[in-house]
Each structure stands twice: as structure tokens, then as C-alpha cells.
């Protein structure tokens, strides 16, 4: 059975960083894309970054700059680097995978059919 677990989440002030980690487990083929996306109460779940399998990787102009997304390939594992943040960033974090092509999956969680739990991240002003 194939699973994403996401940690890293935490309470940080405004201008601060984390980095959030999402391990794979039960995957048998090498996703074509990963991605991660977040929701806020009340609002969307909204695409974040992705990166395929060449390490080819967008971002949603909202973190532009100041969020890197990384594959470990050795550790199968994911991570978002999130500096500078703000009081925006606050939101539930999501790690996600697909079989698709990131250009055909773009940003839209309807694309991604494996997800991991979530990690809450929090950021004060």
C-alpha cells in the first residue's frame, strides 16, 4: 500500500523558516510528479510547487522566492523549504503524488491521487 506521511510543521514568527518532510513508502514506480499543496480554514486546497522526475519544478507565485521544493531520490522523500515566511503561509501542508506528467497535472489537486496526512504550519505576525 503506497503512503506519504508529511512532519516539519510547527509555530514560527513572521520572517522566520521550516521545512517541512514527506517520506514515501509502498511506491513501486518513481511518480512523475510530486507536489505540494496547503489549505487554510475556509479556503481551497491550493497547489504550492511540484516537481517531476527530472527535477523540474513550478511554484505558485505566492511563494515565489522564498519556498524551494527538493527530492532526496537516495532517502525517497520530499521536502519543502519554506523561508521568509508570513502570516499568510498558515495553513494545513499536504504532500502529493501522480502518475501524470506535472504539466499535464499542473497545480490542481484533482490531478494528484496519492496524499499524506497533513502538517500544520503556523505563522504568527
Not at 514560527?12 to 489549505?39: D, E, K, N, P
Not at 475556509?42 to 516537481?51: C, D, F, S, W
Not at 504532500?95 to 504539466?103: D, F, H, I, P, R
Request: include cysteine; glycine fraction near 12%; charge should be positive.
Amino acid at each position: 500500500q503506497v503512503s506519504l506521511a508529511e512532519s516539519g510543521g510547527g509555530s514560527v514568527q513572521a520572517g522566520g523558516s521550516l521545512r517541512l518532510s514527506c517520506a514515501r513508502s509502498g511506491f513501486t514506480y518513481s511518480s512523475q510528479c510530486m507536489a505540494w499543496f496547503r489549505q487554510a480554514p475556509g479556503k481551497e486546497r491550493e497547489g504550492v510547487a511540484y516537481i517531476d522526475r527530472y527535477g523540474k519544478t513550478k511554484y505558485h507565485d505566492h511563494v515565489k522566492g522564498r519556498f524551494t521544493i527538493l527530492k532526496d531520490y537516495g532517502n525517497n522523500a520530499l521536502y519543502l523549504q519554506m523561508n521568509d515566511l508570513k502570516s499568510e503561509d498558515t495553513a494545513m501542508y499536504y504532500c502529493a503524488a501522480t502518475g501524470s506528467y506535472c504539466e499535464l497535472s499542473a497545480l490542481i489537486p484533482t490531478s494528484f491521487t496519492v496524499w499524506g496526512q497533513g502538517t500544520q504550519v503556523t505563522v504568527s505576525s
